[in-house]
Nanobody, 125 residues
């Protein structure tokens, strides 16, 4: 499975952006997907995740109410939209796919077997 994230860049506080993650190599339509970020000087942290069917979504408290994760399995793509961006959202954002072993907790980074290369998001005026 190869994952490639797009959509990062510079955004203003209060603005919004949408990240995309395209999967290739092996269908991810049966795998849960997540977004994880790494803020400067900090460890990677869970942001959001979506079940394989797209019917269940999960969010970190830091983005709850501001973020929406969705997926289009016909396009092998997962999206993360964040509104009301804050400077604290500045980070490298990674998309990841859960392993196909069946055991998956959305906020457990060790449960993600496949990782993309990350896309930088900078929130600054």
């Amino acid at each position: 499975v190869q994952l490639q994230a797009f959509g990062g860049g510079l955004a203003q506080p209060g603005g919004s952006l949408r990240l995309s993650c395209v999967a290739s190599g092996q269908t991810c339509s049966s795998l849960a997907m997540g977004w994880i970020r790494q803020r400067p000087g900090r460890a990677r942290e869970f942001v959001a995740a979506v079940s394989w069917s797209g019917t269940s979504s999960f969010y970190a408290d830091s983005v709850k109410g501001r973020a929406t994760i969705s997926r289009d399995n016909t396009k092998s793509t997962v999206y993360l939209q964040i509104q009301n961006l804050q400077r604290e959202d500045t980070a490298v954002y990674y998309c990841a796919a859960a392993g196909d072993g069946g055991n998956w907790s959305p906020d457990e980074l060790r449960d993600y077997a496949y990782w993309g290369q990350g896309t930088q998001v900078t929130v600054s005026s």
